[in-house]
């Protein structure tokens, strides 16, 4: 797709996503909001895909996302277990790597196939919401298990689950590293960088920074 074509059909731009839509540095989200002008980045650091989901029905049962506008949404990664208590958000990151929950919860409560079963219905439910103006993708594939490790969680998928899955460009770590976490595990930050982030705009989306 040509992303700039999309973007001139609509009044506004919506972004949401974890850190890899909302860093220390400029991401794909804020390249487009100084290009165009008429987009908002709505990510949130360690966020899984029940805060984005929320934040998406938020934004939109308010009012504040209208039929004139386009929704982008970087997927996290499935295995999150985001929570809000006294008004503010615990946005832990991967389970595997969090510190937050204790691992013996994890272990005893926390299937991997339940929560990606549970995120497959959250893209399900936003692609029905916004038919036509709306575009998927993610940080890695959004059946691995976490970013750091090719592993793939296995669920059946039905032609509905399948539907869904091929709403999704291909992710950040299939269109930069290959889903190879060795081209970047030497690295302090494990981000993408911003001239990664342009790279993957114009790769996956014909859009030039």
């Not at 272990?107 to 959250?122: M, S």
């Not at 993708?137 to 899955?165: E, G, W």
């Not at 030497?186 to 114009?202: G, I, V």
């Amino acid at each position: 797709m040509i992303l700039s074509d999309t973007i001139a059909r609509h009044r506004h731009v919506w972004c949401f996503g974890c850190s890899f839509t909302d860093y220390k540095w400029p991401t794909w989200a804020d390249l487009l909001q100084k290009k165009y002008g008429n987009v908002t980045n709505l990510g949130k650091c360690g966020a899984g895909n029940v805060y984005i989901f929320t934040k998406i029905m938020e934004m939109y049962t308010q009012g504040h996302i209208t039929k004139d506008d386009l929704v982008m949404v970087c997927w996290s990664g499935h295995y999150r277990l985001d929570m809000k208590f006294k008004g503010q958000w615990i946005t832990g990151g991967n389970l595997l790597t969090q510190d937050v929950y204790s691992m013996d919860f994890v272990k005893k409560y926390c299937g991997p196939q339940y929560f990606l079963e549970r995120d497959l219905y959250l893209v399900h439910a936003v692609n029905e919401i916004f038919k036509g103006r709306i575009i998927n993708f993610s940080m890695a594939d959004i059946d691995r298990l976490d970013q750091y490790n090719n592993i793939h969680v296995q669920l059946d998928k039905p032609d509905h689950v399948q539907k869904t899955l091929d709403t999704f460009f291909p992710s950040f770590y299939r269109v930069l590293w290959n889903n190879d976490f060795r081209t970047i595990k030497h690295r302090d930050d494990r981000h993408p960088t911003e001239t990664e982030h342009a790279t993957y705009l114009e790769k996956v989306f014909k859009e030039k920074i």
